[in-house]
């Protein structure tokens, strides 16, 4: 039996990140015990992408003579193996061009188990190689074909096999077979290889019930009890403060007519290695310390009189100030630099982030995540940045890091991801020559990725605010198409359409700010149920790309609106008048069949939703559940004690959904706010049932006065 391909890939890998190598050879016989590789052919897959120029194809000799019957099949005889090198001269090339990848084939099993016969005799190191079978992933995409031989499956995928029974036209076929399935099986839910295991568990149990033994599965979890953890340990610092935090604030700043002379003094003067440079459009550049040594390095005491906008560094390298630390480090590490700029949400400098600010950060080599996402140019490189948050929240609950602080840094990523999937789709539709944005536009985050909150079982939740233009006109069908693209590099990558269709690429979340305003008057004013279910995740916008102003001028008419009018948000209770504790009568947590409990519906929800009728009733524009409760109690709404209650009862229950969620991906399954109440130590269970006994105060404070 082969190696399992998560062994070689993290299990939460999604697919389309995959770096596969698809492989096939050719023998002297069908029998994988006896039979000789004569040829090997194999060509590189990285997510849904075949790189065609990246292939191998080598003959070898076998060492035995080929039977007449097998050159009449794959047309290799023993004239043809003459001065070829055996498998044993063979293996360090092959072994080289697959590297990391898993390999892909067709009835792989055959293939790997002549391959390992080979090594054995060739006496060279043998460790086994991560396998995915097509055949196996046809079944999956498609239960009901009735052909899954390579020509059948080339035929229903309408594939053109050229050069079949050669190794390579056979793992070229097999490679346009592969990347046709990918998007079939993320049709049916699989996006990652943990998920992918569980659907081969789930066909090898089907199978074996059909034919009454137990069938090979292929790439499985057997004999595997955990998942390797990554070989450094993550520190926790830079995932816990922002760079708000640590920045020096205000900026220094400089005309760009003052003399280097002149900055010097003033560095002097503040006692500082940088100073921001302002033309008189308001564009600012950086000149550091280093700049001032090469100038009068290379131009002498003359240096001294140049204007500073002569020697400022553009663009200005930035980054935001309510961005975690790590993103700082990881954007001066990729670009080499020392200093950046600090912007606020509306993009104005607000400070500057030095290695000399950060030096409280003891482990830089020890991050998981530095600045993949921004550099990121496919779905592929997008998805293995993703890949790796899972890992990351593992480590820093094991860091003890407070549950809703690491669903800070998850939303982070997510409106990160978000924002990085919009520019490559604003890349590639200029390149397909629809031009770039017609108007002013931005994307916005919603639900709980906008509240910063989201855990790892995150759908899309997205929208589009523009400047100007009608519905289904000119403007809204560019962003239309933007929204499309955009939405599916997040589908991809393991992020994965909103059930309820909340995403930009729908037109009732696509619309210009004066659109958005008569939505938004509608919301107020009919208080419709159907517009009740979309309000609650609009007022948790944040905008991720583009122009904010636009998102911002939004959301303060919204806020300003529903604050006025009560029935508003006696409308908004209304789902609380539905909740229903999950505690049993003796206290006790009521579960399902499975033996779990939804934490979503059963104290989540009641909780973000008090919060936000909350936030409305004090007129306190905040995004985050903790801020919008405890603005309830500097309006004399509600006591402090109880408020810190209630956001202690909401940090557990997040750590407790985080946690499961985290198992559940390991074990590829559907991640959702179903935790299983066994899997809970004691302890644990009893804050459980704390954190579930302070929600009836909270949805009692929201509805006050409003029955």
């Not at 079978?133 to 020509?151: C, G, H, K, T, V």
């Not at 600012?284 to 140049?306: K, Q, S």
């Not at 940045?385 to 800070?408: D, F, N, Q, S, Y």
């Not at 107020?524 to 279910?533: A, S, W, Y």
Request: with cysteine; glycine share 10%.
């Amino acid at each position: 039996m082969s190696k399992t391909p998560e062994a070689r890939s993290s299990l939460l890998t999604p697919l389309v990140s995959l770096r596969g190598i698809v492989l096939d050879t050719e023998t002297t016989g069908l029998d994988a015990r006896a039979a000789r590789v004569v040829q090997v052919g194999a060509v590189t897959v990285v997510g849904e992408r075949i790189e065609r120029t990246l292939a191998f194809d080598r003959l070898v000799d076998p060492g035995v003579p080929i039977p007449p019957a097998s050159t009449a099949i794959h047309g290799i005889g023993d004239a043809d193996v003459v001065g070829a090198a055996s498998f044993g001269e063979l293996w360090p090339e092959l072994t080289a061009f697959i590297g990391d990848g898993v390999i892909v084939g067709h009835t792989i099993d055959f293939d790997l188990g002549v391959l390992e016969r080979e090594a054995q005799l060739a006496g060279v190191n043998w460790s086994g190689l991560g396998a995915l079978d097509i055949r196996r992933l046809a079944q999956i995409a498609n239960p009901s074909l009735a052909n899954y031989s390579l020509d059948g499956l080339c035929r229903w995928l309408e594939v053109t096999i050229e050069g079949r029974h050669t190794a390579l036209g056979d793992a070229m076929a097999t490679a346009e077979v592969y990347v046709r399935l990918l998007p079939m099986l993320r049709q049916r839910g699989i996006r990652t290889l943990a998920e992918l295991h569980l659907a081969l568990h789930a066909l090898a149990d089907r199978t074996a019930k059909q034919e009454g033994a137990l069938a090979a599965v292929g790439p499985t979890l057997a004999g595997r009890d955990e998942v390797p953890a990554p070989a450094a340990r993550v520190d926790s610092y830079p995932y816990i403060h922002r760079v708000a935090d640590v920045m020096s604030s205000p900026p220094l700043t400089a005309p760009d007519s003052m003399t280097l002379r002149e900055g010097m003094r003033l560095l002097v003067k503040r006692g500082a290695s940088s100073v921001f440079v302002m033309d008189e459009a308001g564009v600012a550049g950086i000149v550091t310390e280093r700049d001032v040594l090469r100038a009068i390095d290379a131009d002498g005491p003359a240096a001294l009189e140049r204007p500073l906008g002569e020697l400022r560094k553009l663009p200005l390298q930035v980054v935001r100030s309510d961005a975690f630390i790590y993103r700082a480090i990881g954007r001066m590490d990729r670009l080499g630099i020392r200093h950046l700029g600090v912007v606020d949400a509306t993009g104005a400098l607000v400070g500057a982030v030095t290695t000399r600010n950060l030096l409280r950060h003891r482990s830089t080599t020890a991050m998981m995540i530095g600045d993949e996402t921004v550099l990121a140019k496919s779905e592929a490189e997008l998805g293995n940045a993703w890949a790796k948050v899972p890992a990351m929240a593992a480590r820093l609950v094991e860091e003890g890091v407070e549950p809703r602080t690491i669903a800070a840094v998850i939303s982070s990523e997510i409106c990160i991801l978000t924002r990085r999937a919009a520019q490559i789709a604003e890349e590639r539709m200029r390149e397909a020559g629809r031009g770039g944005p017609p108007v002013a536009y931005a994307v916005l985050v919603l639900g709980s990725a906008g509240r910063g909150e989201s855990l790892l079982a995150a759908d899309q939740d997205n929208a589009i605010v523009y400047a100007s233009g009608d519905a289904g006109g000119p403007e809204d069908h560019w962003f239309e198409e933007l929204g499309r693209h955009m939405t599916d590099i997040l589908d991809a990558i393991g992020v994965p359409f909103c059930k309820g269709g909340v995403m930009a690429r729908n037109a009732q979340w696509r619309r210009s700010v004066g659109a958005w305003k008569e939505v938004v008057d509608g919301w107020v004013t009919r208080q419709r149920p159907d517009d009740l279910l979309n309000v609650d995740i609009f007022f948790d916008m944040r905008p991720v790309h583009g122009d904010s102003r636009l998102a911002h001028e939004v959301w303060a008419y919204a806020y300003e609106r529903a604050s006025k009018v009560p029935s508003f948000w006696r409308a908004l209770s209304h789902v609380l008048g539905n909740w229903r504790s999950v505690l049993g009568m003796f206290g006790s947590i009521r579960t399902d069949q499975n033996g779990r409990v939804d934490l979503k519906m059963g104290g989540l929800l009641p909780i973000v939703t008090a919060a936000r009728i909350l936030s409305l009733k004090t007129g306190v524009m905040a995004l985050a559940t903790p801020d919008r409760l405890r603005a309830a109690v500097e309006k004399g709404i509600a006591s402090g004690d109880q408020i810190e209650e209630i956001i202690a009862a909401h940090s557990t229950i997040l750590g407790a959904t985080l946690g499961q969620q985290l198992v559940d991906g390991q074990a590829g399954k559907p991640l959702g706010p179903r935790i299983e109440v066994k899997r809970l130590s004691r302890p644990a269970r009893d804050d459980l049932k704390d954190a579930l006994t302070s929600i009836p105060g909270a949805v009692d404070l929201a509805r006050e006065g409003m029955l």
